[in-house]
């Protein structure tokens, strides 16, 4: 069966013209039907945590626009809330959280109370392995520790994760715990996903770019490396994604030290960069401005041709630098797959 799935097949080291496609993003509010789904499930983790309205907004974009994979529908911050550290989400605001401040807010944090949770995504995973097309992959993912610890830290998104980045200086040892606490739920959490169905996995580091070299390494290499390490101890073979957004000049670190079998790159890595540095050594996926695909139009297929030309002549997988944005038209995006799609774009 596995076979079928092209995507997966660039693990193998093989660049597909046209190369495959999926979107970061690619269920959510730019669809009608999802805002539909969403209504009905009342509030956004309600969605998260019913596997019959979870699966069927993962399939949406799929019934659409035919992408070559699917991601499973959840948020990174259900591994907070599993853990015990309620998560709620304001209508136009984002997430919210009632910060960490202590170590013994630290230790109250439980993996075993966060089964039930984790249960209830791998049913979805479930779910789709059947409803979802044999060709397509299907991707699982968690946030990477150091992201997620700034929303459990900062209690919500900030721009430059002070709050966070303070905390690790003023307490490497309560900071080092809440990472290794994420870093083994984050293990049980795929492991859960991948024996549900999931062929791959991404560890999403929306974050990563605001570290220095030393917390680089420390909060965001180290922990990365034990969950690849973990995973692929149970799950040889099983190919795992990165997306360091924001890493910049440290991305061939995380490529060598990580152990990931690629990396999605973000809107602001150059494309000579990402070409001479990552391309080749490792699966590139990316890495297309989610505000041009708002935009559509010429730019947008000039700058398509451009990655696809770059990027493709090795093992590539088209996506996004960072999520769809809601204000996207779905015609745009219809547009894209089809611009992906056409034969010689490579010419
Ligand atoms: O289609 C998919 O990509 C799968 C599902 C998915 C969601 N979030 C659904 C979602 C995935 C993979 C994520 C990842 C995620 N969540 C990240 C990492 C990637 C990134 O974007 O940087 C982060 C940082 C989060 C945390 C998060 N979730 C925030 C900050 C917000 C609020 C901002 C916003 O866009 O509303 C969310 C909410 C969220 N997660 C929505 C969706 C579809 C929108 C919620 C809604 O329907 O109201």
Redo the contacts with the bound molecule.
Sequence with gaps: MKAQRRLLTVFDGRALSPPPIW???????YLPE??AT?AKAGG?LD??YTPALAAE??LQ?IRRYGFDAS???????VVPDALGQAVR?V?G???RLDPLRSAADVARLSIAAAAQKFGIVAETVQRLRQDLPAETTLIG?C?APW?VAT?MIGG??SNDQAATRSFAYRDPVTFQALVDVLVEASVVYLDGQVRAGADML?I????AGSLPEDEFDRWVIAPTRKIVADLKRLHPGLPVMG?P?GAGLHGARFMRETGVDGISCDTSMPLQHIRGTLSGRTVVQGNLDPLLLVAGGAPLERRVREIVRTLGVNPFIFNLG?????ETPPEHVARLVELVRSPGLLG
């Design positions: 979107l970061m993003r690619q269920a959510g509010r999802y805002r969403r956004f969605l998260c907004v993962t974009p991601i499973l529908f959840a948020d990174i911050l989400f209508e605001e984002g997430p993912f946030g992201t929303y919500q998104g991404q999403f580091d929306s974050w997306f957004r960072h999520g769809i944005v809601p």
